[in-house]
């Protein structure tokens, strides 16, 4: 088993940062790969960003240039580096970790708005 627990959501104006994170507990060490997904309202849960054990990284085309994904081994930690926020990126965002199950956190709202 593996829990994850979200920090860092709140409200940004449109242009502005936001760091979210993640950190992992329980049976970490059979995490392989750990990643960001977002659902907005009325909308599916769809794919942010993922990282890999070794490093490898995969962005969503919406968020390439603006979203840096980036990963604590030691700590068990993954974060989410959010810049030139859009209004289209408000939404729930969800960590999650791959370790034999599919292991999701309880989600942080982030919302941009003026």
């Known amino acids: 088993q593996v829990q994850l627990v979200e920090s860092g959501g709140g409200l940004v104006q449109p242009g502005g940062s936001l760091r979210l994170s993640c950190a992992a507990s329980?049976?970490?060490?059979?995490?392989?790969?750990m990643g960001w997904y977002r659902q907005a309202p009325g909308k599916q849960r769809e794919l942010v960003a993922t990282?890999?054990?070794?490093?490898?990284?995969n962005y969503a085309d919406s968020v390439k240039g603006r979203f840096t994904i980036s990963r604590d081994n030691a700590k068990n930690t993954v974060s989410l580096q959010m810049s030139s926020l859009k209004p289209e990126d408000t939404a729930v965002y969800y960590c999650?970790?791959?370790?034999?199950?599919?292991?999701w956190g309880q989600g942080t709202q982030v919302t941009v708005s003026s």
């Open positions: 999650n970790a791959w370790a034999k199950d599919l292991y």
């Open positions: 990282i890999t054990n070794g490093g490898d990284t």
């Open positions: 329980g049976s970490t060490f059979m995490i392989i790969s």
